[in-house]
């Protein structure tokens, strides 16, 4: 018996910003597309940085995010920008910062997002969605819309401390919504020589192992001059390592999807 396809939908998420959010997003959609998936990523940010980060801006195309979650009658496919064979992307706006008040009093104005991306059946295998660095509308709209959220934590005081926050308030908004989602959390940014990094690997490990993917991210400059080209890892020169971590993690994803079926 053949077993049916399920589109995955990934949100990425971080209250902080400066975390990596969006370079796990450009990225892992990336290392997907190199596994032969074929990905959605979604920009929810304001800042649009995952567009930017592709060398896609609103001028670009018709119909942004901002157009997607306002208008009722725009389907994801008006909305879409193809990247390449297999990835696509719907680029943000900065106008994207006023969907909260123009929504204001709407109904299901938290589930919009997850409306139009459940009419796609099994077009994607994954979608990819990048929020912006808080949990407003558009971060809800985001999580409401996906059944697994990765949390990028850079070895840092600070982002331990936000991840508890955060990890506190998934759990609220699935007391109060009853929507669950799988929560993974991703080292990000990490310089795995020193003490420190170490030491905050070791907290992580202490109060958050059953949720922390094998895989980690490396701290690299070569995400900075990939975003200011305009293109993934995947394409640059002597960035092997960095491609074989997200490759690597894109697999991890591959694998826990034997949880799913």
């Not at 910062?97 to 796609?120: D, F, M, T, V, Y």
């Not at 001059?225 to 994803?253: P, Y």
Request: with cysteine; glycine share 4%; hydrophobic share 40%.
């Amino acid at each position: 018996m053949q077993r049916r396809k399920i589109m995955r939908t990934v949100a990425i998420i971080n209250q902080k910003g400066g975390c990596g959010k969006t370079t796990i997003a450009i990225n892992l959609a990336a290392a997907l597309v190199e596994l032969e998936k074929k990905v959605l990523l979604v920009d929810m940010d304001p800042q649009a940085h995952a567009s930017l980060g592709l060398d896609v801006t609103y001028h670009d195309v018709q119909h942004t995010t901002y157009d997607l979650i306002r208008n009722p009658r725009l389907r994801v496919g008006d909305c879409r920008f193809p990247l390449k064979p297999g990835f696509d992307i719907i680029p943000s706006s900065p106008v994207l910062s006023a969907i909260e008040q123009e929504l204001a009093g709407k109904p299901a104005r938290e589930s919009r997002l997850g409306a139009k991306l459940s009419r796609l059946g099994d077009l994607y295998d994954y979608v990819i969605i990048d929020s912006p660095p808080n949990v407003g509308l558009l971060t809800f709209n985001a999580l409401m819309a996906s059944s697994e959220v990765v949390i990028p934590v850079e070895p840092s005081y600070f982002s331990l401390q936000g991840l508890g926050r955060l990890r506190e308030t998934l759990e609220l908004l699935e007391n109060e919504t009853k929507h669950k989602v799988a929560v993974h959390v991703l080292i990000n940014n990490i310089e795995k020589r020193t003490t420190f990094s170490r030491d905050i690997v070791m907290e992580l490990e202490k109060h958050h192992d059953a949720l922390l993917m094998e895989s980690t991210i490396s701290h690299s400059v070569k995400y900075k001059e990939a975003a200011l080209r305009g293109v993934s890892i995947f394409e640059m020169d002597r960035a092997d390592r960095l491609q074989w971590e997200f490759l690597s993690l894109a697999r991890e994803f591959e694998e826990k999807k034997k949880s799913l079926l």
